[in-house]
C-alpha cells in the first residue's frame, strides 16, 4: 500500500502575538545575518538552541516553547532589544541608496543575478566555497547599495556535503537534508494561494518547479526546486544536490537555472532588463531571454540576440577550461532539438553558439563560449584574471590583439560587516565613525586607522585570536568524541595551541592547484618554526575536496597526519566541515593568512580579503587578488610571480621562499616587542594593510563597478535597441546583414606614411591608406591605424588606436582615409591599419571575420 498517497500535510507555524511578531520578520530576512545588535537578539533568546541549529532563528523560534516566547514579554530589556532592532530593519529597507543618489534617472534597471550556488548563511547549505560565497556577499552589498536587483538560484534538498574525517584523516560526506520549513524560506504563491509553478519540457523530461523566496535585506533571491510530488522521481533529483550526479544531471540543472529562472521572473511578473550570469552554468538565460522576445514581437532570431545581448553580462571565474562546463552534441541533440525549432536555426547554427570554431564539428559545446557570444559585456574577477581570460577565448575574436577584446575585469570583493569581527567593527566606530560603514570605498576613511592607538588594536587582535583557540579547541574535541575518543585523549584538546602565539590560517578547497602541503615539504625545518621556544607558530587548517577529487582528500589525509605527529600535536590542527561559520572565525582570528595557489590558477580568492578587514597580514603567492593588493609594506609576498614549467621545482622554490620568509621577517617581526608587550612594527603593518585594502576590496566597490561599468551601460543600450518597438535591434540586425554581405567586397589597397628611420618625439607621423568598400558607404567603416612601442617580440604593446578621415573619394567605391600618429615616448615603433565596420548610430561593430588588417 502507498501510503504516501493517504497523507494529508500540513505545516505547523510558531504562533507569535503581535508584541513578538516582528522576531519573525526579522528572523525572516538574513539583513539579521550582517547586523550584530541583530545578532545579538537571538542569541539572547538561547544560546544553546541558537548553536545547536547552526544559528537559525527561523528554527529556533519552531522549536521554543510557546510558554517561553510569552513569557519574553515580560523581559522589558528583551523587549526594548527587540523594538531596536525591527525600526533598525524598517530604516534599512526604506533608507535613500547609494543607487538612487547616483543614478535616478535609470530607475528603470531591473537586474537579475543568476548563480549555481549562493553562499549567504551557514544556516542556509546550498553553497560550496568561493563561486557562491562571492556571490551571497554580491546581494548583500547590493541590497546596501539599493541596487535593483534579485537573485535566482536553485534550492537543494541536500545543499554541498558535510565532512567529517576518519582515523586516518581520509574525508568522509553525509548529505544532511535542508528542512525547507525551518529555513528563511518563502514559498511563491499566487492570489489564489497556489504555488507558482515553472514547467520546463526538453527532451525526455518533462517537469515542474516551484518558486521559493529568500529575503536578503533589500533584495529577494528566488530559488527552484523540483522536489514536487507530481514530478517524476528523477526530476525530483534535479535540485536534490550541489555539484552531485553526472554530466546529464549537470545540464538539468543548468537548462533549470538558466531557462526555469527566467520563466520563475515572469510568473513573478519580473522581467529583468538586465541579466548577470555568475560563471557558464547559467548561460541558457540567453537562449530564453532571445525565445521570448521573438515570440513577443514576432522577430528573427537575429534580431532578438541583438537587443538580448545588450542585457547579458558574463563574469568568468576560471583560469582554466578543464574548469568549465562543456556538452556533448549528442547531449544537445537529446535536450534542445525540440526547444530551438522557434529559433529557425539549423542544427549547425545552434551547436555553433557553443563552439569557439562552429564549422567544427567535432567541437564540444560549451557554456562559457554560449554566454560570451551571447553577453554585451564580459568580464574575469582580477586584472591578472582578466588577462588570463583574453588569452584564453582569444579564438573567439581571431582578429583583435589581445589586449583590445572585449573581456575586462572586475576584482571581487567581500562583504565588510559579514566577514568582520564585531570587536574590530566596534574599534573601527569609536575612532572612525560609522562613515566606514556607509561608503567603505573611501580611502579617507580608512587612512584614519592610523588614529587607533597601537595598544588598542592589538588588544582586539589578541581577544579575537583567543576566541579562535577557543573555537578551534571545541571543535577538536567534538571531532575526537565523533572517532570514539577515550575522555582522557579528549580532554588534551584543551591543550593544543595557545591563545599568545603566532597563528597562521590556511583554509580553502583542497583543490591540487592550491598546494595545501607546501608548507610540508621539509617537516624538520617546519619543526623547527613552529616549536622554536622563544618565537613559536601554529597553524590551523580547514577545507573540503570535492567528493570525486581523490589527490585532494590525499592532500588533507597527509595534514592530518602531520598534526597527529607528537612534535605537531599543539602546533597544527585541522579543523572539520570547513563552512562559513568557520571561515568567520579564521579570518577574524588568524595572525597571517597564508595562500599557496600555482600562479595563475587562482582567479582572484577572496578568503585574504576577510581577513584584511580583520586586521590580519597576507602572506601570498602573487596570484589573483593579491597582485593588486601586495605593496611591499602591507604583508608578504612569496616569490615575485615567477611562472615556471617544471612543478616539482616550482614548489621546490616557492616552499623554500616560504620557509625563509617566515624564518626570516614573518616571526621576527612579531615577537620583536616593546617594553609594553606590543608588536610596534607588526601593528604598523597591519595598520598599513588594513589601510591599502579594505578601501578596495569590499563587494560595495565591486558592485559599484559592475553598476558603473555594465549594468548601467548594458540597461542603456538594451534601451536604445528596444525602443520604438525594437527599430534600432532590427535597424542594426538588417544592417549588419548587408555590411557584412558585402564585406568581401572590402579591401586595404595601399598605405603610405612618410617613414624615415628615426622620428623626433613629440612630432607626428602622416598617414594615409586606400580603401576599397565596395557597395558600402565610408561612414559604414572605420579605418584605423593602431600603434605603439614594440615589445622585444616585435608585438605592439599597450597600442593606440587612431581614426583616420575620409580625406578624397576615388573611381569605383576606392576612398582615401588620412591621419597622423602622434609620437609621444621614444622607443621602437610599430604600425598598422586596419578597416571594420562601424554603424552610424552604434558605433565600433566587431564580429569574428569582418575585420581586416592592411
Ligand atoms: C571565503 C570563502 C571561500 C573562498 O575562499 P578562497 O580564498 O576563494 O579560496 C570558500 N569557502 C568559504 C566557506 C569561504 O568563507
Sequence with gaps: MDFSKLLHKFTVVPSLSDELAPLQRIAYNLWWSWDPDAIALFKRLDIDLWNATRHNPVEMLGILQQTTLESLKQDEGFMAHLQMVDEKLTAYMSEKSWFQKEYNGDAELKTAYFSMEFGLHESLAVYSGGLGILAGDHLKSASDLGLPLVGVGLLYRQGYFRQYLNNEGWQQEIYPENDFYNLPLILERDQLGRPF??????????????????????????????????????????????????????????????????????????????????????????????RLVMEKRKISFNEAREVTRAGNIFTTHTPVEAGIDHFPTEMLDKYFTKYIRSFNLSRDEFLGLGRQNPADQYESFCMAVLALKLAGHANGVSQLHGEVSRSMWKNLWPELPEEQLPLSSITNGVHTRTWMSGQMGSLLVRYLGTRWLDDPTDH??????????????????????????????????????????????????????????????????????????????????????????????????????????????????????????????????????????????????????????????????TSGMKVAFNAGLNLSILDGWWCEGYQGNNGWAIGKGEVYADLEYQNQVESGALYDLLEKEVVPLYYQRGGDGIPRDWVSMMKASMQSLCPVFSTDRMVEEYAQLSYIPSYRQWTRLEANDLGLAKELAAWKKRVFGGWNQVGIEATEAKLSDSVAVGSSLPVSVTVRLGGLKPDEVAVEGYFGVLDNQGVIRGGEIVPLAVTETLESGRYRFAGELECRFCGRYGFMVRVMPRHTELGLIYEPGYLIWG
Design 197 to 290: 509553478e515553472v514547467e520546463l519540457e526538453f527532451g525526455p523530461r518533462h517537469f515542474k518547479a516551484h518558486i521559493w523566496r529568500v529575503q536578503v535585506g533589500r533584495v529577494p533571491l528566488y530559488l527552484l526546486d523540483t522536489n514536487l510530488e507530481e514530478n517524476n522521481p528523477e526530476d525530483r533529483l534535479i535540485t536534490s544536490q550541489l555539484y552531485g550526479g553526472n554530466q546529464e544531471m549537470r545540464m538539468l540543472q543548468e537548462i533549470l537555472l538558466g531557462i526555469g529562472g527566467v520563466r520563475a521572473l515572469r510568473a513573478l511578473r519580473i522581467i529583468p532588463n538586465v541579466c548577470h550570469m555568475n560563471e557558464g552554468h547559467a548561460a541558457f538565460l540567453a537562449l530564453e531571454r532571445i
Design 444 to 605: 579617507n576613511v580608512w587612512r584614519r586607522i592610523g588614529k587607533i592607538p597601537d595598544a588598542e588594536i592589538w588588544r582586539t587582535r589578541q581577544s579575537t585570536r583567543e576566541r579562535l583557540v577557543d573555537f578551534a579547541r571545541c571543535r577538536l574535541k567534538e571531532q575526537l568524541k565523533k572517532v570514539g575518543a577515550t575522555a582522557k585523549e579528549i580532554a588534551t584538546a584543551d591543550e593544543v595551541l595557545d591563545p599568545e602565539v603566532l597563528t597562521i590560517g590556511f583554509a580553502r578547497r583542497f583543490a591540487t592547484y592550491k598546494r595545501g602541503t607546501l608548507l610540508m615539504r621539509d617537516l624538520d625545518r617546519l619543526d623547527r618554526i613552529l616549536n622554536n621556544t622563544d618565537r613559536p607558530v601554529q597553524i590551523i587548517f580547514a577545507g573540503k575536496a570535492h567528493p570525486h577529487d581523490t589527490e585532494g582528500k590525499e592532500l588533507i589525509r597527509q595534514i592530518v597526519q602531520v598534526s597527529h605527529q607528537e612534535r605537531f600535536r599543539h602546533r597544527i590542527v585541522f579543523i572539520e566541515d570547513y563552512d562559513m561559520e568557520v571561515a568567520r572565525h579564521l579570518v577574524q582570528g588568524v595572525d597571517v593568512w597564508l595562500n599557496t595557489p600555482r600562479r595563475p590558477m587562482e582567479a582572484s580568492g
